[in-house]
């Protein structure tokens, strides 16, 4: 883990509520990026919920978010960023949050070809 320290988590501080609180492990690169994460219990398996975030509070670029996920987790696992409902949004930290599954976990979709397949749905123009 290249230039990655290992920091108390909000769980040993005694830190935060809800889920903030279940963060049992952390994080920081430099005062660059500072990660969290938890593990939880899904209808997909036992997954890893990372939180990200940096200290001046600016978009972390894709890229960045793929070498933490690959440094942190692991260049073969499969994580997930997700875009949720405008309902369901919960904006208020400035974190970005990566699903991070088990080694060898798969989509049913994607865009390799060595990604499960999937039938193309044809829709009408402008439909």
């Known amino acids: 883990m ?3 320290i290992k920091e108390r988590s909000p769980k ?3 830190y935060g509520d809800g889920w903030v609180n279940e963060l ?9 990026y500072a990660v969290m994460s ?11 919920h990372v939180c990200i975030r940096n200290a001046d509070n600016t978009d972390i670029p894709w890229a960045e978010k793929q070498r933490i996920k690959n440094e942190l987790f692991g260049k073969e696992v499969l ?8 309902s369901r949004l919960i904006d208020q930290a400035g ?4 699903w991070v599954f088990p080694e060898g976990a798969e989509l049913p979709f994607g ?7 999937t039938v193309h ?5 402008g439909g």
């Open 24 to 32: 049992d492990r952390a994080w920081r690169e430099g005062y660059k």
């Open 12 to 14: 040993e501080c005694g």
């Open 111 to 117: 865009l390799h070809d060595d990604d499960m397949k």
């Open 79 to 86: 994580a997930i960023e997700v875009f949720p409902a405008e």
């Open 38 to 48: 938890r593990k939880i219990k899904t209808a997909w398996g036992e997954i890893e």
């Open 2 to 4: 290249p230039n990655w």
């Open 121 to 125: 749905v044809a829709r009408a123009i």
């Open 95 to 98: 974190m970005y949050h990566l």
